[in-house]
């Protein structure tokens, strides 16, 4: 699966941006997607996931409540919202994909996108 993300930028305390990640060639091996996000001298994190088939999602909880994941079957697009960000969400933001299982765990997903970054200023 080829994977795309796209929608980072720079953006004050308190904004939003919508990333996406379009999902291409081999999509009917993909189970779920995951976004997650890694930030200078830090590990890469979980942030949201969905399921194709069913919607099913999970969130970290940094951002429940703030973050919204949805998808698009039809264009194989996944989205994240992002609202009432903080400077501690700047980060690359990656999109990926599993075959196995809607999981917080990145060795579990087996395709990724190149990053988008993130910037949220204070």
């Known amino acids: 699966v080829q994977l795309q993300a796209s929608g980072g930028g720079l953006v004050q305390a308190g904004g939003s941006l919508r990333l996406s990640c379009a999902a291409s060639?081999?999509?009917?091996?993909?189970?779920?997607m995951g976004w997650f996000r890694q930030a200078p001298g830090k590990e890469r994190e979980f942030v949201s996931g969905i399921t194709w088939s069913a919607g099913s999602t999970l969130y970290a909880d940094s951002v429940k409540g703030r973050f919204t994941i949805a998808k698009d079957n039809a264009k194989k697009t996944v989205y994240l919202q992002m609202n009432s960000l903080k400077p501690e969400d700047t980060a690359d933001y990656y999109c990926a994909s599993s075959m196995r299982d809607l999981v917080s765990m990145s060795t579990w997903y087996e395709d990724w996108g190149q990053g988008t970054l993130v910037t949220v200023s204070s």
């Open positions: 060639g081999r999509t009917f091996s993909s189970y779920a």
